[in-house]
């Protein structure tokens, strides 16, 4: 739910290969009402609000933007990388495709990006209901070590997985705040939708 007042959104953008997620996980923050029925048509670009509540006033948001995501060899418009404060990259660990992009993707981002202090992290959205055989975690995990990127495990079908990582994110993006108690997020926009 949105308070009056509102500091400065920062701007987030969310990256990855197409169907791992990215649309279900930021709805289910937003909303809390994805399940496993709940289908999106491909997305082309949405724009959210997330309104944080770092547990003082006023609350924090995030201008989290939602892409097409990527396919084979595809990058992102170099205009995309004018804006972000924030890359959040989301991958499937049973697809391990979806992992090999990131560094293609993480290199895109450091070889564009305009705000040199951008942060970067890393969500592995584990699909629930598929056999244990996907990606080696050490894999992830290490490259994230060299990376110095922080990694997240979270699943798009469970709400509070997804707390912690967007609730560090935006205490990262507003230094000044401190501890988080409590979050609630609130979808106020939605443009471009493709359907
Ligand atoms: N089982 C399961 N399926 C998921 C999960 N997240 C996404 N999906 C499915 O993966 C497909 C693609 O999801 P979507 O959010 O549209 O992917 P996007 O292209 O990255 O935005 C959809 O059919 C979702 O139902 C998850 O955490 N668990
Ligand atoms: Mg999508």
Redesign the pocket.
């Known amino acids: 739910m949105l308070t009056t007042k509102q500091s400065k959104s920062a701007k987030v953008l969310l990256c ?10 930021i ?1 289910q923050l937003i909303y809390g009402n994805v399940t ?1 029925e ?3 048509n ?2 082309i670009e949405d724009i959210y609000i997330a309104s944080v509540d770092t547990g003082k006033s006023p609350r924090e948001s995030l201008r989290i933007f ?1 892409t ?2 990527i396919q084979g060899k595809a990058e992102y418009p170099k205009h995309y990388h004018q804006f972000p404060d924030a890359y959040i990259l ?1 991958y499937d660990p049973q697809d391990p495709a979806s992992l090999d992009m990131l560094a293609d993707i993480k290199s895109d981002i450091d070889r564009n990006k305009e705000k040199k202090e951008a942060v970067i992290i890393v969500l592995a ?6 056999p244990d055989s996907g990606i080696d975690s050490h894999k992830a995990n290490n490259w994230c070590a060299r990376e110095k990127i922080k990694h997240y495990t979270v ?3 469970e709400r509070a997985s997804l707390y912690e990582p967007f609730v560090s994110l935006t205490i990262r993006l507003h230094p000044a705040q401190s501890k988080s108690t409590f979050t609630q997020f609130s979808k106020v926009m939605q443009k471009t939708k493709s359907d």
């Open positions: 990855g290969m197409k169907n791992v997620g990215k649309t279900c996980l709805e496993l709940t289908k999106y491909p997305t939602d097409a995501g989301v959205n584990v699909h629930s209901n598929v699943n798009a079908m």
